[in-house]
């Protein structure tokens, strides 16, 4: 079965302040992609990253970044300079197999971020 | 460019009287729908997904139904809402263009009274 554990319920830092959001997946398949999204406020889920799990290089972009361990089964997220904006709900997902039939996502519990001024 | 779209944005309902949420996309073709429910508590859980029109695979048993008339519509219904369907509501689609990804409407709260 495929699960998605998102340890942090909620995580409080101060304004420029580095944080990592921890994702720890489970699944039997060979091949899967892995997501994160962003949920402000407002609700709606913003779609962050993509990764499949042949592809295990870190990715940058901007002040995230994200790191993809195959060998733990994890894909953290990390805020570097964290600003106000940044306050949301962070969400990780596990997608099996390739694209195409159904592309059902399974989420984790989310962790809320709050950010300080 | 691919926008999604769901309605009403907020509700409020009594128990037992039916529901209607409607969900269309824009800009694609033969997409992939989904509606997730987001109770209190953060955690999304799918309720229904469809891969084609009058196509819709139901993930959990519950007092909610899915229909697909049209190829870039999805509406979530119920005859008799229960306390228990409040909540957030989100349509969803993705393609086997998108990679896998899937991407979201603003959502629709309800709050069944």
């Known amino acids: 079965a495929q699960k998605?554990?998102?340890?942090?319920t909620e995580i409080?830092?101060?304004?420029?302040?580095?944080?990592?959001?921890?994702?720890?997946?489970?699944t039997r398949d060979t091949t899967y992609y892995l997501f994160w999204y962003k949920q402000p406020p407002s609700g709606e889920l913003v779609f962050l990253i993509r990764r499949n799990s042949f592809d295990e290089q870190?990715?940058?972009?901007?002040?995230?970044?994200?790191?993809?361990?195959?060998?733990?089964?994890?894909?953290?997220?990390?805020?570097?300079?964290?600003?106000?904006?940044?306050?949301?709900?962070?969400?990780?997902?596990?997608?099996?197999?390739y694209g195409g039939a159904t592309n059902k996502l399974i989420f984790g519990t989310g962790t809320l971020l709050a950010v300080q001024p | 460019?691919?926008?999604?779209?769901?309605?009403?944005?907020?509700?409020?309902?009594?128990v037992g009287s039916p529901l209607s949420l409607e969900c269309t996309v824009e800009g694609t073709?033969?997409?992939?729908?989904?509606?997730?429910?987001?109770?209190a508590g953060r955690g999304l859980q799918l309720l229904f997904y469809s891969v084609g029109i009058g196509q819709i695979s139901s993930e959990v048993p519950?007092?909610?139904?899915?229909?697909?008339p049209q190829?870039?519509?999805f509406i979530l219904s119920s005859k008799k809402l229960l306390l228990s369907d409040s909540g957030f509501y989100l349509c969803a689609w993705g393609t086997i263009f998108s990679g896998n990804t899937i991407y979201f409407g603003e959502g629709s709260w309800l709050t069944v009274v």
């Open chain 1, 58 to 97: 870190n990715e940058i972009s901007g002040r995230y970044s994200w790191n993809f361990q195959k060998s733990t089964s994890s894909f953290n997220f990390t805020i570097t300079a964290s600003q106000v904006v940044d306050s949301a709900v962070y969400f990780c997902a596990l997608s099996g197999r």
């Open chain 2, 62 to 68: 519950q007092n909610l139904s899915a229909s697909r």
């Open chain 1, 12 to 26: 409080s830092v101060v304004e420029k302040e580095d944080v990592t959001l921890d994702c720890v997946y489970e």
């Open chain 2, 1 to 14: 460019s691919q926008t999604i779209h769901q309605w009403p944005a907020t509700l409020v309902q009594p």
């Open chain 2, 71 to 73: 190829d870039r519509q």
């Open chain 1, 4 to 8: 998605v554990t998102q340890a942090q």
């Open chain 2, 29 to 39: 073709s033969n997409p992939n729908l989904y509606w997730y429910r987001q109770a």
